[in-house]
């Protein structure tokens, strides 16, 4: 029996032995049907609408995610807290809902927060309630029983809404309480999404109880280029070691993230916090010159981290979503996914984070093909058989054989997605475009291109990553964006690696060994199923080498559902 149908059962079981009675109906059947786009491996609900990943943590060896969901459609409304719990962060299964509108404080809505583990190993959700004058407001809610590992039943605090929009705050853009942190004073901080002034701003409260709290005068911190703040993260890493670090660490050895949502996109900055007055010293700033620090280029938002104590590493999820109609989303039924559960650890250089896919995921690995050292030379386009190309991990490394051809890079070139939208796959240039082929019919009339190109700028060389999804499919009514990211390495010292997860409608690609991320949804009409193939490609005049390819067909997640449905003590 496969280790995954082992944790499943073993799920299973624990949930009947609960009380529960589950089934094993999985929603992955529905791809040999009616539903090519439905994924094999990333986490999504059976059916209905799923937004921000909420609240994620580890508690009593049980991850779980809870995460935005409308239970009564596949549109956005009616949000409530589902929850999913698992043994691995691959196979899961989706348990009662969390929490639902019940109290006067989110009976218009239950929006997105996070989890904090309290002493005594105690977990806390803070979340955004929409109350009976529809402003947003910040509530607390607490397991039922500590006892039980999979947290089914969950209680609102009788003093809720805790935190609400005064002072100047506009109760429509007041949301999305972060995972709480303690200071050396013992006192929690946690910050609230806001925009004040039509700036974007991260409200700093404090409590000694983490029932009452108090507004700190000053903000953790604020941008005058930007408007409102979705979803703030904020958390420390180390800067001398590859592991995470808890998020009331008092480690010097740190620096710390703060991360918000806005523009369609989940942007960060990089700093150093002193806990004893609140102070968050940037290095750079939010939409500065020159400086755009993203988690993903491509379609990644709402994202939320946490500690894993048990492997001592931060991970990060982040929501992907459609770029099909809604009419579409009806159609299907469903709507929204997660992303694969990434690392997340601060370069060496210390200039960014990196990213990288959780190991967990290679278990679903099955037949693997490779290759090493294979010149592409101009215009090669080379297949990588014997794979499932709709539901494929492709690993390969690119060696560049004569980087003195390197185009020079215009100064005016600053934007990576408009130079990618400008030189797509099809456009020739000498040292690229080159990388991989997905979701590609054999005639090359649909295909998906994560591509690199090299440039040259006065003695340095600039890689450029793109993703380009305007060949992606025959329908032309989808969102075909290109998207591009410059990537921070020296390929006079290292390969050009690619990392692509491949899974029917989304491609998540990590260049440079998780320096720059790149999230793409596709929705091919004729690579589908075994009608999908996957290429190796060089549209360069330059020949390039692959140094080693490695690509694996990949199994389903078991993700399986209980069908009883509890009466709600909230």
């Known amino acids: 029996m496969e280790i995954s149908v082992i944790l499943v059962v073993g799920f299973c079981v624990l949930l009947v032995d609960h009380g ?29 609408w799923m937004n921000d990943p909420n609240g994620p943590m580890y508690y009593k060896g049980v991850y779980h995610l809870f995460y935005q969901y409308n239970p009564d459609g596949a549109v956005w409304g009616n949000i409530i807290w589902a ?73 609102k605090s009788p003093y809720n809404p805790l935190m609400t929009p005064i002072d100047g705050i506009d109760p429509d853009l007041y949301r999305d309480p972060t995972t709480a942190w303690q200071g050396p004073d013992k006192i929690w901080r946690v910050i609230v999404g806001s925009q004040i002034n039509g700036h974007g701003r991260a409200i700093l409260y404090r409590s000694k109880d983490f029932v009452n709290w108090t507004r700190m005068d000053s903000p953790l911190h604020s941008s005058g280029k930007t408007e409102m703040w979705e979803c703030p993260d904020f958390f420390p890493v180390s800067t001398s070691s590859t592991n995470g670090v808890d998020t009331s660490s008092q480690d010097k050895s740190t620096k710390h993230v703060l991360k918000a949502s806005f523009n369609h996109h989940d942007y960060y900055i990089l700093g150093s916090y002193m806990p004893e007055n609140d102070k968050f010293s940037v290095e750079t700033n939010f939409m500065d010159s020159g400086v755009d620090l993203r988690y993903d ?28 109609s809604e009419s579409d989303d009806i159609k299907k039924g469903w709507s929204g996914l997660q992303s694969i559960p990434r ?29 090493h050292d294979k010149k592409l030379k101009s215009g090669s386009v080379l297949e990588v058989p014997g794979i499932t190309a709709s539901q494929a991990d492709v690993d390969v490394s690119f060696e560049l054989l004569n980087l003195e ?7 005016s070139w600053t934007d990576a997605q408009l130079l990618c939208s400008q030189k797509k796959a099809s456009v020739r240039g000498k040292l690229g475009p080159f990388g991989l082929l997905a979701f590609a019919t054999k005639d090359l009339k649909e295909q998906t291109a994560i591509y690199f190109r090299i440039f040259r700028s006065n003695h340095k060389y600039i890689v450029l990553m793109c993703s380009d999804q305007s060949r992606s499919s025959v329908r032309e009514e989808l969102d075909k964006t290109t998207y591009g990211a410059f990537v921070d390495m020296d390929p006079r010292h290292e390969n050009i690696t690619l990392r692509s997860l491949i899974d029917h409608s989304i491609v998540e ?36 080498k692959i140094s080693r390819l490695n690509a694996w067909s990949m199994k389903n997640a078991q993700i399986v559902s209980t069908t009883k449905r509890r009466k709600s003590h909230l």
Request: hydrophobic share 35%; aromatic share 12%; glycine share 6%.
């Open 83 to 155: 929850h999913s719990v698992s043994y691995d962060l691959v196979n899961w299964v989706h348990i009662d809902h969390a929490i639902y509108p019940t109290q006067p404080s989110d009976i218009n809505g239950c929006w997105s927060g996070s989890t904090t583990i309290l002493p005594g190993e105690k977990p806390a959700i803070l979340y955004t309630g929409i109350d009976t004058k529809n402003h947003q407001v910040q509530n607390l809610a607490v397991p039922k029983n500590l006892s039980d590992p999979l947290l089914r039943e969950w209680i």
């Open 405 to 411: 051809d390197a185009e020079i890079l215009d100064p």
């Open 297 to 324: 280029y491509g379609k990644f938002y709402a994202s939320k981290t946490f500690f894993d104590g048990a492997m001592n590493r931060r991970i990060l999820w982040g929501w992907i979503n459609e770029s099909d």
């Open 20 to 48: 529960a009675q589950a089934s094993h109906q999985s929603s992955r059947n529905l791809q040999e049907t009616d539903q090519p786009y439905r994924t094999g491996y990333h986490f999504q609900p059976p059916k209905n």
């Open 509 to 544: 690609s990590f260049g440079g060994e998780g320096r720059a991320c790149i999230t793409a949804r596709t929705y091919a009409k004729l690579a589908i199923h075994k009608q999908a193939y996957l290429f190796a490609f060089n549209n360069g005049t330059s020949s390039v």
């Open 343 to 371: 690392t997340v650890l601060l370069s060496k250089n210390g200039k960014q984070l990196v990213q990288w896919p959780v190991k967990e995921i290679e278990k679903l690995r099955s037949k693997n093909v490779s290759f």
